[in-house]
T-cell receptor, first 113, second 114 residues
Framework: AQSVTQPDIHITVSEGASLELRCNYS??????LFWYVQSPGQGLQLLLK??????LVQGIKGFEAEFKRSQSSFNLRKPSVHWSDAAEYFC???????????FGQGTELSVKP | DADVTQTPRNRITKTGKRIMLECSQT?????MYWYRQDPGLGLRLIYY???????NKGEISDGYSVSRQAQAKFSLSLESAIPNQTALYFC?????????????FGDGTRLSIL
């Protein structure tokens, strides 16, 4: 069965430090992969997506993610975190047929001054 | 105006009550979804609809029902609410038949059942 695992429930980083949020997936076919961010009181906003091609994808707000098929991973990175990046981050895999999304458990990011 | 609008944004009610959460969209998307979010569990799919005549159960449909009144409207009902249905509920839409189109989310309805 398809699944998405985000191993880190909560991460704290200092402002200006680099960030990497981990995501591992289990999916039989070529996955469509997404990262969403949820700010408090808000819905989910798409950060970036991977369908095919270049395995390093750029998103909004300075985020990027790298698809590694051999490791079944799609980790999210940012070189320098800002206080406004504090939020919950969700990785998701989209079914190639049907369009349903399967979400990971989420990683809550806190940013220290 | 928001593309995907959920009403109400917050609701507190009692066990046994019938509750309806509404979702409307101006994006013109055919596909609509209802999810619930619980801490540590991410988002789980309750029901989804590919068009007005197509309704499908998701991962956790027990205790819920839906109605797709029009392309733009998709309602979620709890016929007899119970406390473990306390959660944050999201509606989402997507435009196409393949999985590579991202879903667009409303701002959520926070539901508390006492």
């Amino acid at each position: 069965a398809q699944s998405v695992t985000q191993p880190d429930i909560h991460i704290t980083v200092s402002e200006g430090a680099s960030l990497e949020l981990r995501c591992n997936y289990s999916y039989g076919a070529t996955p469509y992969l997404f990262w969403y961010v949820q700010s408090p009181g808000q819905g989910l906003q798409l950060l970036l997506k991977y369908f095919s091609g270049d395995t390093l994808v750029q998103g909004i707000k300075g985020f990027e993610a790298e698809f590694k098929r051999s490791q079944s991973s799609f980790n999210l990175r940012k070189p320098s975190v800002h206080w406004s990046d504090a939020a919950e981050y969700f990785c998701a895999v989209g079914e190639s047929q049907g369009g349903k999304l399967i979400f990971g458990q989420g990683t809550e990011l806190s940013v220290k001054p | 105006d928001a593309d995907v609008t959920q009403t109400p944004r917050n609701r507190i009610t009692k066990t046994g009550k019938r509750i309806m959460l509404e979702c409307s969209q101006t994006k013109g998307h055919d596909r609509m979804y209802w999810y619930r979010q619980d801490p540590g569990l991410g988002l789980r799919l309750i029901y989804y609809s590919f068009d007005v005549k197509d309704i499908n159960k998701g991962e956790i449909s027990d205790g819920y029902s839906v109605s797709r009144q029009a392309q733009a409207k998709f309602s979620l009902s709890l016929e007899s609410a119970i406390p473990n249905q306390t959660a944050l509920y999201f509606c989402a839409t997507s435009p196409s038949e393949v999985g590579n189109q991202p879903q667009h989310f409303g701002d959520g309805t926070r539901l508390s059942i006492l």
